[in-house]
């Protein structure tokens, strides 16, 4: 089963996913791993098959709906869209994010004392 | 995440159970399209054709196990994953076939046992009459009286009331009326008399029903048309064939009821046996010919003569609440119209079952109980067998621990004991199917023929998916703890074989639940015992007459239409032929018989016109009466064969009761009273002592014995031995009287008693067979516990022997555990005990709920029981070998 670690991880993709899924509209999943790779700067070391076990989970919440498609050269693809209440979500954990990330950076910069 | 999400998380999931059956490949096809995009993305950036399946390989990752989790995640559990435990289960099963068997065992007769009363509430009242076009569109309508209350404020209808119902009602295509009691005829056949059961029924009933005929047609409204009735006849499926002999040519012939010639017309279809249960005719005639089964010529004009059961069909389109709302309306119209006849009368509809609407209430209240217990006998099985689980769960720590190190989630495990559990109670549900089959049939065999009420209970759809939906809850209620405990296993120590700890914990849990399993007996037990010591108090009874000793016999010569002079003779024919029987030594009659349904009754005053009249139950009765049925007489005489004869009575004999309340401290013997509105006083000629009349838990009621017969009368005949072989006699007499007569209800006092006596035989029954079965489960269970308790500790028992321990404080020692565990039981059980038996008051009969000699009994029973289930187990614990004990390990 998942330890601490992963799940940090998974929910951090999971909002990747979203906030992509809100910037560039309708994807497939080789879109979403592009996009994610292009923005981490190879940073970020991904499996991208992980990406869809990400996206059956946005998909059993609400958070996003899919449909099949054509890609850009012809091929049968699933397309992966956000939807309402994953619009709120996005914003819910962005704003989340934001604070975490706020408390963690201030604590990082904190000198030592004495 | 939040509850809304984890629920939508579980309806997607729950979702995908039925919806997306191709997702696999879906998904497979969508990861193909993916490696592909890579693999081009890299052969584009350069890399050889090779190279870049590898590294498009690499970046996406294992697929297989990608594919798995997916599918684990899509749903709750995969179908093939669910096969694989099931076969695992099977296999786990298989090893140990004893212990399993018991437990199916044990679950079967509770599940059985629950079902069987489950399908007499479903044969009662859920299923529809057989037999029967749609019958979820029939509802009976019952008239209710507002300003009364119980199961007398319900009644039939009138016939007028009948036809304006009828007449005026919308929700209803069609309104059916049909004689509630059955009108029972001779039928003479070959100079024969034959009583054969019939019904009076409306002309539409049987194409309001759509119940069509095999032979000829069925009842049409010309039949029954008042003024112009006609003397047709359509015969049972089942009569035609047991007693016509499936006769091709019957439709035309003439047949003779009640000394009437009737036409039949026709045969109604098989599998229709009539509307409610206990009268299933042998034949219809329409409901105009009345007549001549009741000999009542004003019936179908009478205001307040309530004899018709009615029903209707309910309009394409409509609802029952429209039904329901109009039938309120009708009622309230023909409260303004007959203000005398239908003041306070409502009419209520309820959904057409076998038992009568009204009347369901009591029977499922009767049910449900029985039920109750019953589920009770199935909770102290379920502790069995979560507690034998347990035990076997300690023996399968090892493997739930390699399970787990390999990565098998808890989820997976839990999942994976329940279905094994959930085999053990579908094996149990089976064989309790099974069961429930044959308890219905032993129940209805228990029936005294005198009821006639044929009855089926079929195994229908309800009663499988009852007894389903029972056996999967049986599975999670005993498979759940267990799968609980045993899963949460850690999995180091246990795997470096250090698994002592682990199994104490497991039975104390095991303690707990055999603590439970006492208590569930002790309150079953104390409840059963109340109830039979109760039945028991009631039976002993004594009704006021000899139940030994007597045939009864009743006839009707007035259904044939005889004279009163006529009547007279045949009585006093049949009299004189059977007290010239061998071993008769008195033979008398009387209009009916105590303890029946029928009842008589009428008010006496101390003078003409005096007031505050005593309403007093009547019975009309022959010479020898009190001699016949063994009544005591106390003081006085009994009547004199003249003084039967003569016109209007002029002399009564008065029982005990209503003597005192007559005339207290008097001697009633001489005295004089008015009965009923007659302007002639009566004088008290005897006392008899005071029985039981209507039911044998009444009060002493006041009665009256007077000597004005009607034609229908019951036959008593005494024997000096047994009755028995007096039923045969008296068959040929009636014959040999008068060859156009024939009697019904030929039997002994003893069958005659097995009536009023059935509800109370039949509980006892039941009770003691689920207080015996809890006794033995629980005694069951304690063994095992102890016996457990035993092998887990035969190395510590090992070092006490090996330490000087006399045999008797091991024995001491092992025992304390299982009485402790008993008393403990016992006490919560008395407590709970206590406070559930005060339910059951208002159903006792000479008994106090909280009766001290039952609770002392079953404490004092229940702990023989628990001591000896102890004991044996003990025993082997003394003779343990230290030596040997010590070496094992």
């Given at each position: 089963m998942g330890g601490g670690k992963s799940e940090v991880l998974q929910g951090t993709l999971d909002l990747m996913i979203l906030k992509t899924l809100y910037a560039l509209g309708p994807q497939h999943g080789f879109g979403i791993a592009r996009r994610i790779e292009q923005l981490s700067q190879d940073v970020l070391q991904l499996n991208e098959g992980t990406v869809y076990t990400s996206l059956l989970r946005l998909q059993q919440q609400g958070w996003i709906a899919s449909k099949w498609g054509q890609s850009e050269n012809n091929r049968k693809a699933r397309f992966y869209s956000i939807t309402k209440s994953g619009l709120k979500q996005l914003e819910l954990e962005t704003e989340n994010w934001e604070r975490i990330s706020g408390v963690i950076g201030r604590v990082l910069r904190l000198e030592r004392q004495g | 995440m939040s509850m809304r999400q984890r629920l939508r998380v579980i309806v997607s999931r729950a979702w995908a159970l039925f919806a997306s059956r191709n997702a696999d490949p879906e998904f497979e096809d969508e990861l193909q399209t993916h490696l592909q995009m890579l693999t081009e993305r890299f052969a584009s950036q350069g890399m050889s054709a090779k190279d870049a399946a590898s590294a498009a390989r690499r970046q996406l990752g294992n697929t297989t196990l990608l594919q798995q989790r997916q599918r684990e995640a899509r749903t709750f559990l995969s179908l093939s994953n669910l096969w694989g435990d099931v076969r695992f289960g099977g296999r786990m099963l298989r090893r140990s076939p004893g212990s399993n068997a018991a437990v199916v065992v044990a679950l079967a007769l509770g599940i059985g046992m629950i079902s069987a009363m489950f399908s007499f509430v479903n044969a009662l009242l859920?299923?529809?009459?057989?037999?029967?076009?749609?019958?979820?569109t029939l509802f009976e309508i019952w008239q209710h009286n507002r300003a009364s209350a119980g199961i007398e404020s319900y009644f039939p209808f009138t016939y007028p009331d009948y036809r304006d119902y009828s007449n005026r009602s919308?929700?209803?295509s069609g309104l059916l009326a049909f004689d509630g009691d059955g009108a029972p005829a001779i039928w003479n056949r070959a100079g024969e008399g034959e009583v054969v059961q019939g019904q009076l029924v409306s002309g539409n009933f049987f194409s309001l029903l759509g119940v069509n005929a095999a032979l000829g047609r069925i009842l049409s409204d010309a039949d029954d048309q008042q003024g112009n009735p006609q003397p047709v006849v359509v015969l049972s499926d089942s009569f035609w064939r047991h007693r016509m002999g499936a006769d091709p040519h019957v439709v035309g012939k003439a047949m003779t009821l009640n000394g009437s010639s009737f036409r039949v017309v026709g045969v109604a279809a098989a599998g229709f046996e009539g509307l409610v249960v206990g009268n299933e005719p042998e034949f219809w005639v329409p409901l105009t010919m009345q007549e001549q089964f009741t000999r009542d010529r004003d019936r179908m004009t009478d205001r307040q003569a309530y004899w018709l059961l009615v029903v209707g069909r309910l309009r394409a389109g409509m609802h029952g609440a429209q039904a329901r709302a109009e039938m309120h309306t009708l009622a309230r119209q023909l409260e303004i119209e007959h203000p005398d006849s239908n003041k306070n009368i409502d009419a209520m509809v309820y959904p057409a079952a076998l038992v009568p609407g009204p009347f369901r209430g009591y029977v499922g209240l009767f049910t449900g109980l029985l039920m109750a217990v019953f589920g009770l006998v199935l909770l102290i099985a379920c502790t069995n067998a979560a507690s034998l689980l347990l035990a076997r769960a300690t023996g399968r720590a090892r493997e739930m621990a390699i399970r787990q190190a390999l990565g098998a989630g808890r989820g997976r495990l839990i999942l994976q004991l329940v279905v094994e559990s959930l085999l053990l109670s579908s094996i149990a549900g089976a064989a309790g199917v099974a069961l429930a089959w044959w308890e219905t049939d032993m129940l209805l065999a228990l029936?005294?023929?005198?009821?006639p009420i044929s009855l089926r209970v079929p195994l229908d759809w309800r009663v499988l998916l009852f007894t389903g939906a029972v056996s999967v809850l049986t599975g999670m209620v005993f498979g759940m703890i267990p799968a609980l405990r045993s899963t949460r296993v850690d999995a180091a120590p246990v795997l470096k074989e250090e698994t002592q700890t682990g199994s104490v914990r497991k039975s104390r849990l095991r303690s707990l639940l055999m603590i439970g399993e006492v208590a569930t007996c002790t309150v079953l037990l104390a409840g059963a015992a109340l109830c039979v010591r109760s039945l028991r108090n009631a039976n002993s009874i004594d009704p006021g007459f000899d139940t030994h000793h007597i045939a009864v016999a009743t006839l009707d010569p007035a259904s044939l239409g005889y004279s009163d002079e006529k009547t007279e003779a045949f009585y006093r024919d049949l009299l004189e032929h059977v007290r010239m029987l061998p071993n008769v030594i008195a033979a008398s009659y009387v209009d009916h018989l105590p303890l029946g349904t029928a009842r008589e009754a009428t008010s006496v005053r101390s003078h003409v016109g005096a007031k505050n009249p005593t309403m007093v139950d009547v019975f009309s009765v022959g010479p020898d009466y009190f001699a016949t049925m063994g009544i005591t007489l106390l003081r006085g005489r009994d009547f004199t064969r003249s003084e039967l004869t003569k016109g209007p009575a002029t002399v009564a004999i008065v029982n005990e009761t209503l003597a005192q309340r007559m005339w207290p401290g008097r001697d009633p013997v001489g005295q004089r009273m008015a009965i009923g509105d007659q302007k002639i006083e009566t004088e008290v000629i005897g006392v008899a002592k005071t029985g039981k009349y209507r039911t044998l838990g009444e009060e002493p009621l006041p009665v009256l014995y007077r000597g004005s017969m009607p034609p229908q009368r019951t036959l008593l005949v005494r024997s000096s031995g047994d009755a028995r072989p007096l039923l045969d006699a008296v068959r040929r007499e009636v014959q040999s009287v008068d060859p156009s007569m024939a009697a019904t209800d030929l039997e002994t006092i003893e069958q005659y008693m097995a009536f009023p006596l059935f509800p109370a035989h039949t509980i006892g029954l039941l009770l003691g067979v689920s207080g015996i079965l809890a006794v033995v489960l629980t005694a069951i269970g304690l063994f095992g516990l102890i016996a457990y308790v035993v092998s887990q500790q035969t190395h510590e028992i090992g070092i006490r022997l090996a330490l000087g321990a006399r045999r008797e404080d091991v024995l001491k020692l092992v025992l304390r555990q299982g009485l402790l565990i008993t008393m403990i039981g016992l006490a919560i059980g008395l407590g709970a005990g206590l406070a559930a038996t005060r339910l059951l008051a208002v159903l006792l009969?000479?008994?106090?709920?909280?009766d001290p000699v039952t609770f002392l009994g079953v404490s004092a029973g229940l702990t023989a029981v628990a001591l000896l289930a102890c004991y044996i187990p003990a025993r082997r614990a003394i003779r343990i070998d230290p030596m040997s004990a010590l070496r094992h390990e």
């Open positions: - | 859920l299923r529809p009459p057989a037999g029967v076009d749609t019958p979820g919308q929700a209803f029936k005294p023929a005198s009821i009969y000479g008994i106090r709920p909280d």
